[in-house]
């Protein structure tokens, strides 16, 4: 029961919902909140749609793309372009409070929960209050959900090291920018609209979080089409993608308007090159995609599909798709064992994958490098809050693909990231989740040149490299070297065929089945050489007479 006296405060509950259409997109961001759809506001709720879309690449106009971005710029008073005011600045008093509660956090043994964070926060007033009480609850609330956010995002939750560097960050921009923004606003009215060009950095990636959270419009822009603010919004909740069909290299924010005017031929000529090379007309240019991610689709097939896919690019091949800024390619990844009754369809079959520009065969095993090397230094540096950074991997002085074009660097470096974060590879004895990580980062760091030299020529939506793999068991045994690279090459998009004739198990010791396709053949052959190509009667006369 409520004493005499004390008073209650109604709060009015603050609920802005993403728009989830990019249709006119642009337009929808410069409207007030009260033109658009679900606005609403009583004694209880004040609700309404907010703006917040990653917009990827360039339109065709590229000049018009940077002229837009200079007059947001100097719309000031309704715009806020914070790549290009980022205060960075902090009082020595909000560094010593932000301090005193790390202190408390770390010598908790599972650190302070977020509700005590929060309160500690606003005691020490690291969270701005606003003259309205229910804004002053809103902002809270948001602050406690972007803290989770960043919690569910980490393995060791708010006891990770980079919890540190958040927190720091996250409080002097709420000061230096947040409160600041937040004088004018009340309850009905428009919230801050923001906007961000170019690359960000974790910390950055949190704070704009938090800004859509409290229900302010924000367009993050990219040239290059790097969806970064994706790493921590993959399922599209907080934000929305728009891609351009361009890209263009990231320049520096404009300074000033482009004179520069396209002519009317040359708008024809752009246009016609996009009708013939969009992205949904199956008609694409050499290397058109060579900035993009590869991700694998692994797909499931028959004994005879494997032959009839092999053949077949990977726009043709089911389940490819562009997405954002990366391409998906479905591979095939299968174990055949045994050997069929018709040997000459057998071999047959084995040469057309091996008479390939793009295909390697092997037949000596191991084909990787090993070594004893320690690569926590070089994994830990490559880590940002916890995670693998592929940016850091790139610009780290260990990093041995420099001398490989940007576009493939990066894809490797993402490629890496995502085979480390979701092992498929079986861990021995007393292997630890790190210890199998930090085995995978360092083969993927250590790969064979012949393998970089087929990825060079990999032009994602054309043909595919092929790596057969043949084990009749007298040349070695495979190692799980051997297997990290197959499963790093699986997810890069290459294809991965491997034959053992005897139907033994040998790749199973290190990859689980249900990770790719096992077909059985009529018979098994214990002897079964590898059968070498045929020469023509012509080329052995040749041969004779040299």
């Not at 409070?97 to 770390?106: A, F, R, Y």
């Not at 927190?167 to 409160?179: E, F, G, P, T, Y």
């Not at 069929?340 to 057998?346: A, G, H």
């Amino acid at each position: 029961m409520l004493r005499e006296g004390v008073a209650t405060v109604n709060y009015i509950n603050i609920e802005p919902v993403l728009s989830t259409s990019t249709e006119d997109w642009l337009k929808l961001f410069f409207a007030s909140v009260k033109e658009r759809p679900s606005y609403l506001i009583n004694d209880s709720t004040y609700g309404f749609q907010r703006v917040g879309i990653r917009v990827l690449g360039t339109p065709l106009d590229q000049d018009e793309y940077y002229n837009a971005l200079f007059e947001m710029n100097q719309e000031s008073s309704s715009v806020h372009v914070l790549s290009e005011e980022l205060d960075k600045t902090i009082d020595n008093q909000m560094m010593k409070s932000i301090q005193d509660i790390l202190d408390v956090h770390q010598q908790e043994p599972k650190g302070l929960s977020i509700n005590r964070l929060i309160a500690f926060m606003y005691g020490k007033q690291l969270i701005p209050k606003h003259h309205d009480p229910s804004l002053s609850r809103h902002i809270q609330l948001s602050v406690m959900k972007v803290i989770e956010h960043f919690q569910q995002h980490h393995s060791a939750g708010l006891l990770t090291q980079e919890f540190r560097r958040f927190l720091i960050d996250v409080v002097k921009w709420l000061k230096n920018h947040w409160a600041k923004w937040a004088e004018t606003i009340t309850i009905g009215e428009d919230f801050p609209k923001v906007v961000w060009y170019g690359d960000m950095n974790d910390s950055q990636k949190y704070f704009l979080m938090l800004l859509m959270e409290f229900g302010c419009d924000v367009l993050l822009f990219h040239p290059e089409g790097k969806d970064l603010f994706a790493e921590i919004d993959s399922n599209n909740t907080i934000s929305i993608p728009y891609q351009y069909r361009h890209t263009a290299k990231l320049e520096p924010f404009p300074t000033h308007q482009r004179e520069r005017q396209t002519t009317v031929a040359y708008r024809a000529n752009k246009q016609l090159e996009i009708m013939m090379h969009d992205h949904g007309s199956g008609i694409y240019k050499p290397w058109q995609f060579r900035d993009y991610i590869p991700s694998s689709i692994t797909l499931r097939m028959t004994y005879d599909d494997v032959f009839i896919y092999a053949r077949e690019k990977a726009m043709i091949r089911p389940e490819f798709k562009l997405e954002s800024n990366r391409v998906h390619i479905p591979v095939i990844f299968a174990k055949i064992q045994g050997v069929s009754k018709d040997r000459k369809q057998y071999w047959e079959h084995m040469r057309e994958l091996i008479d390939d520009s793009l295909a390697l065969c092997i037949r000596e095993f191991p084909f990787s490098q090993a070594t004893k090397a320690n690569y926590h230094f070089h994994y830990q540096k490559s880590l940002e809050q916890g995670v693998l950074s592929p940016e850091k991997m790139v610009n780290s002085n260990w990093w041995r693909y420099k001398h490989l074009p940007n576009g493939l660097q990066n894809a490797i470096a993402h490629t890496i990231k995502a085979y480390c974060e979701h092992p498929k590879l079986n861990k021995i004895a007393g292997e630890s989740d790190y210890d199998l990580q930090l085995f995978l980062f360092k083969q993927a760091n250590m790969m064979p040149e012949v393998v970089l030299q087929l990825l060079q020529k990999f032009d994602y939506a054309q043909e595919i490299p092929r790596l057969v793999l043949y084990n009749m068991e007298k040349n070695g045994k495979p190692s799980r070297e051997d297997a990290a690279l197959l499963l790093f090459l699986n997810e890069f998009g290459c294809d991965v065929i491997w034959y053992n004739p005897a139907g033994h198990n040998d790749i199973e010791q290190f990859i689980n089945p249900s990770f790719y396709d096992v077909h059985w053949l009529e018979e098994v052959e214990f002897q079964q050489e590898f059968q070498e190509k045929e020469e023509s009667i012509i080329k052995k006369i040749i041969k004779k007479i040299f």
